[in-house]
């Protein structure tokens, strides 16, 4: 194995479908820590696999044992370890994190709904590179266009959730910590060279006070124009859950974490109550939760209509355009499912967030 | 494994719902014997599996089991799977249940085991494998399953996750683990179990799902597939009989939601976590 010409691609990729998956991946981490095979040249090794099992849970997750390998390498001195691609570790640390942007984004296109692979990318950002707000936009940008062509795929508007959520968190530390943020990104766990604080620096001056009310307006057209284009996705009325409910805590400025703790209660708790309470229910009957009971018949599944008291309003521009955009799908759509989704949401709406 | 390609996926407008269409003459009625033989001649073939499970606690090492769990746990509560690190909340859902069942959960920091799952709540009320990934039935039966071990099941919004999952029923019963992807029988398990730890399982349809279980049977080797017309296999056979256990199937054993173990099992060793009523 020490030979290079054996890790000739063709027979790389043969090696791949031969061996037992598991017991190959064990072989490639001894070599690795006997200094035998690169960590960069077992990446390689591993998109090729890839590119014939876009799934591979141990694909995966041998992949982030070798970027947990060199982020540990990049932790050295840089004069002792100037590198495999001898350049300075911030920019290694770049490239490998766009790598990985890259080898996600393929296998995401190889397998619907990739769950691995999207995992694995929201890995790469909080491990190995920075959740600076540049590399947020960039990756919000980066993959706009690819949601819009997989509209079904929930794994990937799941990770621009994700992001618009970090953004969130971003501009919250930022306004409250900005002096920190001067001196080096602490929320990230990778580990902090005099190279890189001087590379935050740069990077918080461009990450003045980012108007994430404007990307999450932005991603709620976005969402918009793709549920009128493409009717009875559900997934597109996930999003738009998730995007009206980051709007919605962003304009009541209530902590995320608060949503843990919290139940839908007689009283007016809404989802942002932070006192955790023994969970009731007033639902003794089945849920009628898409509404499409209403027009059939199911045996042995009884309807409901959940009464709450309402949250006092906090924001009456936010509900009032959703009920408005529902209410239009409503009575413009033609698809069984489109109106059964818009239902399901504005009870979503009612139910969850008060309003 | 779903099979994907068998769904038809165009993105034109009014693209109907992934879903399996199942057929007027699918099984209807419950296969005990046959299943019964396919598990036995399965058994036969001692190639095709890598162990077999019985009620013999008495022949393992519990000290070094337990020791194995704890060096395991990492500082922010969270477990990995083995010594190389992967983290993902099937771990701890694992350390809890392998500990509650050998009455040892006290040898992990339970605190800080649940601070992780915790962390790992989402939005809509679900979990994912790690803090800030999407959530998925497979994911929320484990975090669900721990923080019923850990006695913190009243940590969880249960009618915003109970609604999550009595979302993941589409028109053919079936059930899935996440939006837009086919139903397959296992999930059955994985949502139908998390339901019942959370005192949520009426918000399902269940003769609609029980149809579509007892569909995904082979009538002539036995067994069950993820799917009806698929190939059958053992695991997707366990979660399709615990799943008919959960809809109150009379001919198959009550089964416990937390560990998919027989409750009889379970009271024998007094290992029955409390769920939400």
Redesign the interface.
């Known amino acids: 194995f020490a030979d290079h010409s054996v890790w000739d691609s063709w027979f790389v990729f043969r090696l791949c479908s031969l061996f037992k998956k598991n017991y190959f991946i064990f072989c490639r981490?001894e070599l690795i820590l006997s200094g035998t095979l690169s960590p960069l040249k077992d990446l390689h090794l591993g998109k090729l696999a890839l590119t014939k099992f876009p799934k591979s849970p141990e694909t995966w997750?041998h992949r982030?044992?070798v970027l947990?390998q060199l982020i540990q390498e990049n932790s050295l001195p840089a004069v002792v370890n100037k590198g495999n691609l001898g350049v300075a570790p911030a920019e290694r640390i770049h490239r490998l994190v766009q790598e990985e942007m890259d080898v996600c984004s393929e296998a995401a296109g190889r397998?619907?709904?990739n769950?691995n692979a999207?995992?694995h990318r929201?890995?790469v950002l909080?491990n190995v590179g920075k959740l600076t707000t540049k590399v947020l936009l960039d990756e919000l940008s980066s993959t706009k266009y690819w949601v819009s062509?997989h509209?079904?795929?929930?794994?990937g508007f799941?990770y621009r959730q994700?992001l618009l959520?970090?953004l969130i968190g971003r501009t919250v530390n930022d306004n409250n910590t900005l002096v920190q943020n001067q001196m080096g990104n602490e929320q990230n766990s990778s580990l902090q060279t005099e190279e890189e604080c001087e590379g935050a620096e740069a990077v918080c001056v461009e990450e003045q006070s980012v108007d994430i009310s404007h990307y999450l307006e932005e991603e709620l057209d976005f969402c918009t124009d793709l549920i009128d284009?493409?009717?009875?996705?559900?997934?597109l009325w996930?999003h738009r859950?998730?995007v009206f409910?980051?709007q919605h805590h962003l304009i009541n400025k209530l902590p995320l974490l608060s949503?843990?703790?919290?139940?839908?209660d007689s009283s007016d708790e809404t989802?942002y109550n932070s006192h955790?309470?023994?969970?009731t229910?007033h639902?003794a009957?089945?849920?009628d939760?898409?509404g499409l009971n209403e027009s059939s018949s199911?045996?042995?599944?009884t309807q409901e209509t959940k009464r709450l008291k309402r949250a006092p309003m906090q924001d009456s521009f936010g509900p009032e355009m959703e009920y408005r955009f529902i209410d239009k799908v409503l009575s413009t759509c033609?698809?069984v499912?489109q109106a059964r989704f818009a239902t399901?949401y504005r009870k979503?709406l009612v139910?969850?967030l008060g309003q | 494994m779903p099979r994907e390609d068998n769904a038809s996926l165009v993105l034109l407008q009014g693209t109907p719902q992934k879903d399996v269409v199942i057929k007027p003459d699918a099984p209807s009625t419950l296969l005990s014997e046959k299943h019964a033989d396919y598990i036995a001649s399965y058994g036969t073939k001692k190639d095709d599996y890598i162990l077999i499970l019985y009620e013999s606690l008495h022949v393992v090492d519990v000290n070094k089991i337990v020791e194995y769990i704890q060096s395991l746990q990492k500082e922010d509560g969270s477990f990995a799977g083995d010594k190389w690190g992967e983290i993902d909340t099937r771990f701890s859902f694992c350390a809890a249940a392998t500990l509650a069942l050998l009455g040892k959960l006290d040898a992990i920091d339970v605190e800080k085991a649940v601070e992780f799952v915790l962390s790992c709540m989402n939005f809509d009320g679900g979990f994912g494998c790690r803090p800030g990934s999407e959530s998925h039935a497979g994911q929320i039966y484990c975090c669900t399953g721990f923080l019923a071990i850990t006695d913190q099941l009243h940590q969880i919004n249960v009618d915003l996750l109970g609604w999550w999952l009595c979302e993941r029923q589409l028109p053919s019963g079936g059930l899935n683990g996440r939006p837009e992807k086919l139903p397959d029988v296992c999930y059955s398990w994985w949502v139908l179990a998390s339901l019942k730890m959370i005192g949520r399982l009426h918000w399902i349809d269940r003769e609609k799902l029980r149809c579509f279980i007892l569909a995904c049977q082979d009538e002539e080797t036995g067994g069950f597939a993820d799917r009806p017309g698929d190939m059958v296999d053992p695991f997707h056979t366990l979660f399709g009989i615990a799943g008919l256990s959960l809809l109150g199937e009379e001919q198959i054993k009550a089964v416990n939601p937390v560990f998919c173990m027989p409750e009889d099992v379970l009271r024998r060793i007094n290992v029955q976590p409390e769920l939400v009523s």
């Open positions: 981490k997750i982030r044992w947990q397998y619907p709904s769950y999207w995992s929201i890995w909080q062509m509209v079904s795929d929930h794994s799941h994700f959520k970090s284009t493409y009717p009875g996705h559900e997934t996930c859950r998730c409910y980051l949503v843990a703790a919290s139940s839908v989802l955790p309470n023994p969970t229910s639902m009957q089945v849920m939760v898409d199911k045996q042995g599944y033609r698809d499912d399901a979503w139910t969850f």
